[in-house]
């Protein structure tokens, strides 16, 4: 099935750096979302994009939706301690059988205090 | 409002031993999902339900039956544990199906089968 290449696996950054994730996928999707986990905790929407080239901001962070439709990335400005967790990525693939979700593996974010 | 909440938190089972987990939600939506979440493999779909009495399956579906009596709920049941079912599950729910569709998920279950 379709699989989403999700990078870093995981990183580590100093407080009040910039932080960038992507993804990417070898076949177009119509939606991207993104998630945040906190440890034992349900993933929690952070960013919903629908449109090709579309570009959304929720506070510090800002996510794009890819012109080429295979992409994403999320940009985290200024990171602070509580911006630890594990963001995921997920896609919709166009009509199918199903259209569901399909999740990347998550980058897991540590912060230096 | 409790958004999605699933029941139990932890459980503990014995190799072949059966249970069920609840998952409830009160924001009247008609799609619910059962997804697994293992180390370093991200969230896998293991059966879904577009509405009441209806359900299909997912990605990852063997070893488990769901159901979907009432519209608020959705059940996922191991009918006989294995090792390998060790997991964490989310349930998760949305409006219907369209463009801006998003899933709420719930806290989760945490599973070890031993």
């Known amino acids: 099935g379709q699989q989403l290449n999700q990078s870093p696996q995981s990183m580590f950054i100093q407080e009040g750096e910039d932080v960038s994730m992507n993804c990417t996928s070898s076949?177009?999707?119509?939606?991207w979302l993104w998630y945040k986990q906190d440890p034992g905790e349900g993933p929690v929407l952070l960013i919903a994009?629908?449109?090709?080239?579309e570009l959304t901001s929720n506070g510090r962070l800002t996510a794009q939706f890819g012109i080429t439709r295979k992409d994403s990335f999320l940009n985290i400005s200024a990171s602070i301690p509580s911006d630890v967790g594990i963001y995921f990525c997920a896609g919709r693939p166009p009509g199918g059988s199903q259209g569901n979700l399909i999740f990347g593996k998550g980058t897991k974010l540590s912060v230096k205090p | 409002n409790a958004g999605v909440t699933q029941t139990p938190k932890f459980r503990v089972l014995k190799t072949g031993q059966s249970m069920t987990l609840l998952c409830a939600q009160d924001?009247?939506?008609?799609?619910m999902y059962w997804y697994r979440q293992d180390p370093g493999m991200g969230l896998r779909l293991i059966h879904y339900?577009?509405?009441?009495?209806?359900?299909a399956k997912g990605e990852v579906p063997d070893g488990y039956n769901v159901s979907r009596l009432k519209k608020q709920n959705f059940l996922l049941g191991l009918e006989s544990a294995a090792p390998s079912q060790t997991s964490v599950y989310f349930c998760?729910?949305?409006?219907?199906?369209?463009?801006?569709?998003?899933?709420?998920f719930g806290p989760g279950t945490r599973l070890l089968v031993l």
């Open positions: 994009l629908y449109k090709a080239g």
């Open positions: 924001m009247n939506h008609e799609y």
């Open positions: 076949s177009i999707f119509n939606t």
């Open positions: 998760a729910s949305s409006y219907r199906r369209q463009v801006q569709e998003t899933q709420y």
């Open positions: 339900s577009v509405g009441e009495g209806t359900t």
